[in-house]
C-alpha cells in the first residue's frame, strides 16, 4: 500500500490490537489455516466455520458466507460479492473512509478474527451480534496510543515492554577482525512476542562505531518496509546513542549515516530511540553475531531457534522490573 494508506492504518480510532491485527492481515500474515497447511503444519486447510472452501485470509475475514452476514449487519452495510485480495480491498477502503470509518471497520475486522479464533480452539460459536458487539466495545475515546518516555541518560540493564500500539525494535553490529559486520533486528510488542526477526551483513566497515550507525540505518529501513509506524528503538553501543542526542561530537564519519537515519523518522508516526546496557540488548546481539552463518534472512512473526531461550529471558526479564 501506498505510505498515506499505512498512516491512515495506524491512526484509526480503534484499540491498538485491531491496528495490528489489520496489519497483519494486510501482509497475509494471520495464521489462516491455508497457509499453514502450505508449510506443512496444519492437516486440514478448509475453513473451521463452513467447511467448503480453504481457509485464505480473504475467506477468513470477508467471504466466508457466515462472515459476509457480519459485514452486511454492521453499520458500515458492506454487501460483498466479487472477492479481491485484502490488500486490495484495505486500498480501496482506506482511501476513501474516514478515521471514524476506519476504527468501525478494524474493530469489526479483529473481532470477525477473535471469533474464528474461539470457534478453532475453544469450540465456542459467536452470533453476528455478538461479533459486532464486540467490535463496539473495542472503540472507547480515551483509548490513545503514547510513546515510551526517554531515558535520558538512565543506563538501564534489562530489556522493558513498550506500551499498548509501540512497536519495540532492538538492533546491534558485530565486527569481524576482517571488518565484515553483522547486524542483527527484533521487533516486538508490548507482550515480548516477536513480529519479526533479521539478520545481514555489510563489508568491510570502517570501525564499530560506524558498523552500529550502519545496522541502525538498517534497521530504520526494515522497520519501514514491515509497515511499522509507531516504533521505540534501543541501542547499546553508547557513543551512537550520545552521537544522536549531539552530547558528543568528533565523529564526523558518522554523520552522512545519521543523517540518512534522521531523514528515514518521517516514514514514523512515533519514534523514540534509547540506549541500554548489552544485557537488554542480547537478542539483537546474538542475531548480528548468527548474520556471519546465515545471511541476510528475515522471519515474520518467529525468529532462529538459537534465539528463543534469549527471548524468553527478555520476557522473564521485563516482569521483574516492573514488580
Same mark, same amino acid.
Given at each position: ?13 480503534? $484499540? ?15 495464521? #489462516? ?17 463452513c ?8 475467506? %477468513? ?12 449487519? *454492521? ?10 485480495? #485484502? ?20 474493530? /469489526?475486522?479483529?473481532?470477525?478474527? =477473535? ?11 459467536? *452470533? ?6 464486540? %467490535? ?5 475515546s480515551?483509548? =490513545?496510543l ?9 543506563? #538501564?540493564? *534489562?530489556?522493558?515492554?513498550?506500551? %499498548? ?20 533486528? /527484533? ?8 513480529? $519479526? $526477526? ?14 552500529? %550507525?550502519? $545496522? ?16 521505540w ?16 561530537g ?22 523514540t ?20 552463518r546465515?545471511?541476510?534472512l ?13 527471548? =524468553? ?5 521485563? #516482569?521483574?522490573?516492573?514488580?
Amino acid at each position: 500500500m501506498r505510505p498515506a494508506l499505512w498512516l491512515k492504518l495506524w491512526k484509526a480510532e480503534v $484499540a491498538p490490537r485491531c491496528c495490528e491485527t489489520a496489519w497483519r492481515a494486510c501482509l497475509n500474515l494471520l495464521p #489462516v489455516r491455508a497457509l499453514l497447511h502450505s508449510r506443512g503444519v496444519a492437516t486440514d486447510p478448509l475453513c473451521p466455520r463452513c467447511l467448503a472452501a480453504p481457509e485464505t485470509h480473504e475467506h %477468513a475475514l470477508f467471504f466466508c458466507p457466515f462472515i459476509k452476514q457480519v459485514w452486511f449487519a *454492521s453499520p458500515l452495510g458492506f454487501r460483498l460479492h466479487e472477492e479481491c485480495s #485484502v490488500q486490495e480491498f484495505f486500498t480501496e477502503f482506506l482511501g476513501a473512509a474516514d478515521c471514524n470509518g476506519i476504527g468501525m471497520f478494524f474493530s /469489526i475486522l479483529y473481532s470477525v478474527w =477473535q471469533a474464528r479464533n474461539d470457534l478453532l480452539f475453544s469450540a465456542k460459536q459467536s *452470533s453476528v451480534d455478538q461479533i459486532l458487539l464486540r %467490535a463496539s466495545s473495542l472503540r472507547p475515546s480515551s483509548n =490513545q496510543l503514547t510513546a515510551p518516555h526517554r531515558h535520558g541518560r538512565e543506563h #538501564v540493564s *534489562s530489556w522493558r515492554r513498550p506500551a %499498548a500500539g509501540i512497536f519495540k525494535v532492538n538492533f546491534d553490529a558485530s565486527l569481524l577482525q576482517s571488518h565484515e559486520a553483522g547486524f542483527g533486528f /527484533i521487533a516486538r510488542n508490548k507482550e515480548g512476542e516477536v513480529l $519479526a $526477526a533479521a539478520t545481514s551483513t555489510m563489508g568491510p566497515v570502517l570501525s564499530s562505531v560506524l558498523a552500529e %550507525a550502519l $545496522a541502525l540505518r538498517w534497521a530504520l529501513g526494515l522497520a519501514k518496509e514491515l509497515g511499522f509506524r509507531r516504533i521505540w528503538v534501543e541501542t547499546d553501543c553508547l557513543v551512537l546513542y550520545n552521537y544522536w542526542e549531539r552530547r558528543e561530537g568528533g565523529f564526523s564519519h558518522l554523520e552522512t549515516v545519521v543523517k540518512d537515519c534522521r531523514l528515514l523518522l518521517c516514514s514514523f508516526d512515533v519514534f523514540t530511540f534509547t540506549f541500554v546496557r548489552r544485557t537488554g540488548n542480547s537478542v539483537a546481539d546474538a542475531l548480528a553475531k548468527l548474520a556471519f552463518r546465515l545471511g541476510c534472512l528475515v522471519w515474520i512473526e518467529e525468529a532462529p531457534l538459537e534465539v528463543s531461550s534469549l527471548i =524468553q529471558d527478555d520476557v522473564f526479564a521485563s #516482569v521483574a522490573s516492573s514488580l
